[in-house]
């Protein structure tokens, strides 16, 4: 029984518009590039690593989104591997649908793409058996294969899929692994069957939200006669950070940009896109405008801050209000109309209190 | 409240100011610029914060301000209040004097500058300064002083909320401007988004499509290979059907073929039968039964023949002879000959036609006339160079007669003038009568008026009478001599004038004759002329009666007719010459003619060539049938001569076959002969029939032959059992089958050659369409972010919008509550400080806010606009001080009232009223009179008032 290796990865989303950017075009133009840089660091790695199966299990493209360059370009990566069959799973960004390129376009010869129905391959010299499929249009539950039965001696058996499965479902057809996705957050675990069916949705290898933070990884695995190994391997081109910073004590925007370049020590993390929480009481005397303090720390070397101000007034309304008159009657109504209002508007309304604050206060200088 | 020092820090070269304040009135009489520049500096910015709405305004500038102390009392406690180095930016500190603690922090306000009265006294700074500080502002004019009582009496405080809702504004308004702009990119973008998800849609639908062409033409090629197939087998079968048809045809011609043979034997048998039955005794060839055949047609043929013929041969030689020697008259005839005279007459004919008329050679007439138009010709000549000279005689005799009458004119009128002058006298003056009548009249009255009294006054009444008609007249008389004057002065002008011409005249044209003389000349001259006159219109007479007579209308028509006949008479010589010529001619071809036509004379009659012309054509085609009859005859007779040599001898051979034939046949009857030759040529077809039969199949041979085919047809029938249990359709159903095959085949073709066309067209248009797109997910993340940006953007809006809101709704519950409250206070203290003249204070919102008072001594209300500056600053300070009583009555400790040159506009009358108020006020609040003028102390003093002085 000859061994054999794979890689597993899922969800690149390639061509995914990315949500909530507030960077330049520019920079969103690199970050785009960076995903593909991502795939050609897989495509690399199976490659170097000689790997015999290279394993994608769902939300590989955008189908609204993906370009046909872009589709082009992911071939002329396949072409690079030709020792290596790759196994894609359609998912529900990229699903098996009528006018998916999956299904118009020749893809090489070793690319083999599940469609919404199951399928099974033998690869005798690895007494190997593949069973998959990928995510059609309108099916939301998977029902396995009945024909996957029992534990079948000598056999190596792998399962590829987009991740609505069930678990329980799983464990009476021992499989040796399932290679899932969906998930964006990396999850192993094993079965409680005699195979001790392993379950890996891989993550996604690059990241595409705040939630995912932190190292990106592609699973490797291999099968020989110990059985199966698997390792996780750093993949991504780009960390997604994200920090809290408390600027309670800050009286001017240097201060706080300080105080950020302070919480954030290593230079080389700099390269990281952050996703920075401004937190605390915002001194009165303090604009903070978060285009404006991304700006700065681009000019500090950051790559990309995206800065989320959840500060709140610097103003003591209870003081304030003890003033009585125009000002205690403001601040009154304007508690009272928070108060009643929806919580979908209650941002509006606080907003609507500082501006008026400031207003009265900073122009006026009615104290 | 009550202050109770003020110290001021110096700045670099001034010295340090100290004011200490008593209860009651204080005043300050401070004159030098400085002091009241370092008072005000110090007290504004420790009592209502260095940056003071005041210092804003530009009314106390802070420039220069180092620091000071300010001491005050407030609920019975002492305070201090230090700034200490303000242009270090040092805090102010507040202390406790009892205590001597320090309160600063317990009073500071958060991320403020600190005003640390606000926290005592509960007062902004703006607050007050309202209430406390009055400073009438001799820069303001009336306007801004009513405004600024407006604001006041309208809200009670001058907190200036439309700087707020102003800013407010300002921010939404560039909320708005910039949400316009974001919006329009927003839709720029989503339009793009829009545009390229159509644009992916639609590769991605052109990707489908070209899939499904493929698949179609695989599919295509998949029936086509089965339809291929399908052909070959038909093929094969129909190669098989083909084979099983001809040896099916092969065995039917076997089949046949031995049929034949059969059929033959049978028809060789009956017609041996026949052919013993028609056997004749006596056996003929076919040769031998032609010659006999021919010989009983021609049995008696050749004698008659020769008979006839000897017999017509005759009769010609004697036709002949007589023919020639009836027609030698026109056997003679030379037809060239008679061809070539026959020509002549024609051309004798011709020239006949165009000879001339002997009448016409006569031209005697033409001459003449030729002769008479060149004579009138130069007649009119003549008459024109004649009628040239008139004309200018006449000319030259009507210049001299001008001149005549012009110069008889001049003459005429000198001496009619002359006359005139002459006779001319001044017309009489009609009134001196009266004047004559008046004087004797007067004098008259004069001597009658004393004795006579009742008839000297008439007379003097009639003086008078005459005195006025002597005026009358006079001035009549004055006007008549008046244009008597001037008509005899035109008169005299004119002579002058003509008298002058007549100098002219004889200076160019020497001296002028006398009148008589000068009309001889001028009736000679006149009869000349008519002469001339006469002459020329005879002259024209002839004229015209010269182009008359040859019908023209000009010298140059006259002169054309004239060359028209020269011309005309040229030619006539011409044509008479060319006629002569001609008839000799003609003469010499009659002559010709009736030498070669003698023989013919009496047929022909006397010459005239028409008739000979036709008489001789008629001789000629006589002449050509004579001819040709005689050779037509000769022609017969040697023909009949060379048949006659050809059948003799013919006949005598037939004579010698016939004996022969008697001997042979035994019999010379030709019924015999006839019945004989009859069944030999039936004999004869027999055996032809016979020989044809025995052809096909007596052969031994053909007998062989007939086993071969028999066996072969054995053989070939057995092949086709064979094959035929093979293939049971007929060609013709698997040829049908086959074409409809290849129809469908190519049917297939043509499909997938369109498939393939339309697969390559879209192939072509996709890898055009998918160049150049820009990238969905970018533009979708452009489009989510300005999304996200018009959200914030719209919520700021929403904010700013809700702020503004709220402040104005604040702004006038505050006023609604305030206002009413505040308006008796206002007008109590408006009527004490004008001492009663103005009453019933009144702002009305209805009219615009006018502010209007009750004017007791007009005994009406007045807008307060049309009251004088001085009334005006008695209202502001009215208003302040009622304010100040407002909030100090709402159990707040009084505030002290600070008074800067606020009695500039004060009439003495109004200071002295003004300052019994204050006086009475000052008994519950402190009060600082603060001035750069003398005036104010003397009327305190004098009204008995105390107060503290300082200066």
């Not at chain 1, 379950?199 to 705040?210: D, F």
């Not at chain 2, 695989?218 to 339809?227: G, H, I």
């Not at chain 2, 004749?280 to 043929?301: G, S, V």
């Not at chain 2, 002028?512 to 009736?523: A, E």
Request: hydrophobic share 35%; glycine share 4%; charged share 35%.
């Amino acid at each position: 029984m000859k061994a054999f290796t794979f890689i597993h990865t899922s969800d690149l989303h390639l061509d995914l518009p990315i949500r909530g950017w507030k960077g330049s075009t520019e920079e969103l133009l690199l970050r785009q590039r960076e995903y593909r840089q991502t795939f050609e660091r897989i495509i690399r790695l199976a490659k170097d690593r000689q790997v015999h199966f290279l394993l994608i299990s769902g939300d590989f493209l955008e189908h609204q989104t993906i370009a046909w360059s872009t589709v082009k370009w992911i071939m002329d990566q396949f072409h690079q591997l030709p020792a290596t069959r790759v196994f894609i799973s359609p998912g529900k960004s990229d699903p098996w649908i009528k006018d998916s390129f999956y299904r118009t376009l020749d893809w090489p010869e070793h690319v083999h793409i599940f469609t919404d129905k199951w399928e099974e391959l033998v690869f005798e010299e690895y007494s190997l058996r593949i069973i998959g499929k990928g995510k059609g249009e309108n099916v939301s539950n998977v029902a396995l294969p009945a024909w996957v039965t029992g534990p079948a001696e000598e056999e190596r058996r792998m399962m590829i899929t987009y991740g609505d499965v069930n678990e329980a479902d799983l464990v009476p057809l021992e499989l040796d692994y399932v290679a899932l996705g969906q998930n964006h957050q990396r999850n192993v675990y094993q079965l409680d069957n005699t195979r001790n069916t392993v379950v890996c949705h891989p993550g996604s290898p690059e990241g595409i939200s705040w939630k995912e933070t932190g190292e990106r990884t592609v699973t490797w695995g291999q099968f020989d006669s110990d059985g199966l190994t698997i390792e996780h391997l750093p993949i991504q081109t780009r960390r997604l950070e994200r920090i809290e910073v408390d600027v309670t004590a800050c009286k001017s925007i240097d201060e706080v940009l300080e105080k950020i370049v302070q919480s954030i020590p290593e230079r080389k993390d700099r390269e990281v896109c952050w996703c920075l929480k401004i937190t605390g009481r915002r001194d009165p005397g303090l604009i903070l405008h978060p285009d404006q303090v991304s700006q700065k720390l681009k000019e500090r070397s950051f790559f990309h801050v995206e800065v989320q101000d959840q500060t709140t007034m610097g103003y003591n309304l209870d003081q304030l209000r003890s003033h009585g008159g125009l000002l205690g009657a403001y601040i009154r109504k304007m508690e009272k109309k928070i108060k009643e209002a929806a919580p979908e508007e209650r941002m509006v309304l606080y907003r609507a209190l500082e501006q008026g604050l400031d207003a009265l206060l900073k122009e006026v200088k009615y104290l | 409240m009550k202050l109770d020092r003020l110290y001021v820090r110096g700045a670099d070269h001034e010295k340090s100011r100290e004011f200490r304040f008593s209860h009651g009135i204080n005043l300050l009489e401070l004159s030098d610029e400085t002091d009241r520049r370092i008072f005000f500096q110090g007290l504004s910015a420790l009592l209502y914060g260095v940056k003071n709405p005041l210092q804003k305004k530009g009314i106390y500038s802070q420039t220069g301000f180092v620091g000071g102390e300010l001491d005050f009392t407030l609920e019975n406690r002492s305070y201090r209040l230090v700034q200490s180095h303000h242009s270090n930016g040092e805090q102010p500190k507040l202390l406790d004097l009892e205590s001597e603690k320090d309160l600063t922090d317990e009073f500071l306000l958060d991320g403020k500058e600190p005003c640390l009265l606000k926290k005592l006294t509960g007062y902004s700074p703006n607050h007050l300064i309202t209430m406390s500080h009055v400073h009438s502002n001799p820069r303001l004019n009336n306007d801004e002083i009513v405004e600024k009582i407006r604001q006041l009496a309208n809200r009670g405080e001058e907190t200036n909320l439309d700087s707020v809702l102003k800013h407010l504004g300002n921010r939404m308004q560039r909320t708005s401007d910039f949400d316009s702009s974001l919006r329009s990119q927003y839709e720029k973008q989503k339009e793009e988004v829009s545009h390229l998800r159509e644009r992916y849609q639609r590769l991605r639908e052109d990707y489908v499509r070209l899939n499904q062409m493929k698949n179609d033409m695989d599919s295509l090629q998949r029936q086509r290979c089965r339809l291929t197939h399908r052909i070959e087998r038909l093929q094969e079968r129909l190669r098989k059907a083909e084979k099983v048809a001809f040896l099916q045809k092969k065995v039917d011609d076997v089949k046949n073929k031995l049929g034949k043979w059969k059929e033959i034997e049978e028809q060789i048998a009956q017609l041996e039968r026949r052919k013993v039955e028609a056997m004749p005794p006596h056996r003929l060839t076919r040769e031998e039964i032609d010659e006999l055949r021919e010989m009983m047609d021609k049995k008696n043929e050749p004698k008659e023949q020769v008979d006839a013929m000897k017999e017509r041969l005759d009769s010609l030689s004697k036709k002949i002879e007589k023919w020639e020697e009836d027609q030698s008259a026109f056997l003679g005839v030379d037809e060239s000959l008679l061809d070539t005279y026959c020509s002549r007459l024609e051309e004798y004919r011709r020239l006949e036609e165009r000879l001339m008329p002997l009448a016409s050679y006569n031209t005697m007439e033409d001459r003449v006339r030729g002769m008479q138009i060149e004579k009138d010709y130069h007649r009119l000549h003549e008459l024109r160079q004649q009628d040239k000279k008139w004309r200018e005689i006449r000319e030259d005799l009507d210049r001299r007669v001008k001149k005549y009458r012009h110069q008889l004119e001049v003459l005429e009128r000198e001496d009619f003038l002359t006359r005139m002058v002459a006779e001319e006298s001044p017309p009489a003056r009609s009134s001196s009568r009266w004047l004559w009548i008046t004087w004797i009249s007067f004098i008259l009255s004069l001597f009658v008026i004393i004795p006579l009294p009742f008839l000297g006054l008439p007379g003097l009444v009639f003086a008078g009478i005459s005195f006025y008609r002597y005026r009358h007249l006079s001035q009549v008389d004055a006007q008549v001599h008046q244009e008597w004057h001037e008509r005899y002065q035109r008169l005299e002008n004119d002579l002058a004038h003509i008298r002058q011409e007549r100098r002219h005249i004889e200076n160019h044209e020497g001296s002028l004759p006398d009148l008589h003389t000068l009309r001889d000349h001028l009736s000679e001259t006149e009869r000349e002329r008519k002469e001339i006159k006469e002459s020329m219109a005879a002259g024209m007479h002839e004229r015209e009666v010269l182009l008359n007579r040859w019908n023209v209308k000009s010298g140059e028509d006259l002169a054309k007719a004239m060359d028209r006949y020269r011309q005309k008479l040229r030619e006539r010589e011409e044509a008479r010459k060319a006629d002569r010529e001609n008839r000799e001619h003609l003469k010499r071809i009659r002559e010709e003619v009736e030498s070669w036509a003698k023989d013919f004379c009496e047929r022909l009659g006397p010459f005239h060539p028409e008739t000979w012309l036709k008489e001789l054509q008629r001789i000629r085609d006589e002449a050509r049938n004579v001819q040709e009859k005689l050779q037509r005859m000769k022609l017969e007779a040697a023909s009949l001569e060379k048949e006659l040599a050809r059948v003799i001898p013919e006949m005598e051979n037939r004579k010698q076959r016939l004996i022969y034939w008697k001997e042979r046949l035994g019999t010379d009857h030709l019924s015999q002969w006839s019945e004989w030759i009859l069944a030999n040529e039936e004999v004869q077809r027999l055996d032809d029939q016979l020989r044809i039969l025995r052809l096909q199949s007596e052969n031994e041979w053909e007998k062989e032959k007939r086993n071969r085919w028999e066996s072969v047809l054995k053989k070939l029938q057995y092949r086709l059992d064979q094959k035929a249990s093979e293939e049971r359709e007929s060609p013709e159903r698997i040829s049908t089958m086959l074409t409809s095959a290849k129809e469908e085949l190519d049917g297939l073709d043509s499909k997938h050659q369109e498939t393939k066309t339309a697969f390559m067209r879209l192939k072509e248009q996709l890898r055009t369409l998918r160049e150049n797109f820009s990238s969905l997910a970018v533009q979708e993340t452009l489009l989510f972010q300005i999304r996200e940006e018009k959200k914030c953007l719209e919520l700021e809006h929403r904010a700013l919008e809700t702020a503004k809101a709220v402040w104005s709704e604040t702004a006038n519950e505050l006023r609604e509550e305030l206002s009413p409250q505040l308006a008796p206070y206002i007008i109590r203290w408006v009527e004490q400080v004008t001492n009663g003249r103005y009453t019933h204070f009144l702002v009305d919102p209805a009219k615009g806010i006018e502010v209007s008072v009750f004017v007791q001594d007009m005994g009406k209300r007045q807008p307060i606009e049309r009251l004088s500056r001085g009334t005006l600053d008695q209202f502001y300070l009215a208003i302040k001080l009622a304010l100040n009583n407002f909030y100090t009555t709402q159990g707040k400790d009084p505030l002290p009232v600070i008074l800067h040159n606020s009695f500039v506009h004060f009439d003495d009358h109004q200071l002295r009223e003004s300052f019994h108020i204050l006086n009475n006020f000052a008994l519950d609040h402190q009060l600082i009179l603060c001035t750069d003028q003398t005036r104010e102390r003397p009327i305190l003093e004098e009204e008995e008032i105390d107060f503290t002085y300082y200066n």
